[in-house]
Nanobody
Framework: VQLVESGGGLVQPGGSRRLSCAAS????????MSWYRQGPGKERELVAS????????NYADSVKGRFTISRDNAKNTVYLQMTSLQPADTAVYYC?????????WGQGTQVTVSS
């Protein structure tokens, strides 16, 4: 079982970035897939989740209207489209997969928003 995040990097304020989370060893459509982030000196924050059953989506208030989580079942990949990025969005972003019995985490990808 593996989750591999990619797409991080340096972005200018106001810019956009798309993070990808490629899963192997399980199917993303069977799990609650989420993105967390942890900024420097900050607690880990749940950014967005997409539920396996019904596809319900939830966002943190801090990213509502700017971030979009999506899932491509054919590619077994989850995405986080981020727009209107601000320095406060600087963090390591983690992808997770959660079921009733287990939770998997990726290694994280760094997003730095700076001019």
């Amino acid at each position: 079982v593996q989750l591999v995040e990619s797409g991080g990097g340096l972005v200018q304020p106001g810019g956009s970035r798309r993070l990808s989370c490629a899963a192997s060893g399980f199917t993303v459509s069977s799990y609650v897939m989420s993105w967390y982030r942890q900024g420097p000196g900050k607690e880990r924050e749940l950014v967005a989740s997409i539920v396996n059953t019904g596809g319900s989506i939830n966002y943190a208030d801090s990213v509502k209207g700017r971030f979009t989580i999506s899932r491509d079942n054919a590619k077994n990949t989850v995405y986080l489209q981020m727009t209107s990025l601000q320095p406060a969005d600087t963090a390591v972003y983690y992808c997770t997969a959660t079921s009733l019995w287990v939770e998997y985490w990726g290694q994280g990808t760094q997003v730095t928003v700076s001019s």
